[in-house]
């Protein structure tokens, strides 16, 4: 139970602005906890942000769904197709400060929540 009422104590100490709350929702076990533990804080204005890939080897959509359906968030996702990332490749590497594939992942999510409103 200590666990539980840490995560939410911590949770809720990083909900506090003036600006609607955005999570980067991968669908993993980190970024899911973090969604479903934030939905009570926030429960009309939550707001999650997904990238997913062409194929379901690679991406965690239907993990992401299922907190989207769970906590009802504001979501946005964004499909990261194979040519995006071809075309984007060297400013994706210019950008990181040492490779790693998270990496890439980070640099997609961050390039579309620049684009939100």
Not at 3 to 32: C, M, N, Q, Y
Not at 43 to 69: A, G, M, R
Not at 108 to 117: G, H, T, V
Request: glycine letters at 4%; zero cysteines.
């Amino acid at each position: 139970m200590a666990i539980k009422e840490t995560l939410e104590a911590a949770v809720k100490r990083h909900l506090i602005s003036d600006a609607p709350i955005g999570l980067f929702l991968s669908g993993g076990i980190d970024s899911s906890i973090l969604t479903i533990s934030a939905k009570p804080f926030v429960p009309n204005n939550l707001h999650t942000l997904s990238i997913f890939f062409d194929s379901e080897k690679y991406s965690e959509k239907v993990y992401q769904d299922l907190v989207i359906e769970k906590t009802k968030a504001q979501h946005q996702s964004f499909n990261v197709s194979a040519q995006n990332l071809e075309d984007l490749f060297p400013e994706i590497l210019e950008a990181m400060d040492s490779p790693s594939i998270d990496g890439i992942n980070s640099y997609f999510i961050s390039k579309y929540a620049n684009q939100l409103d």
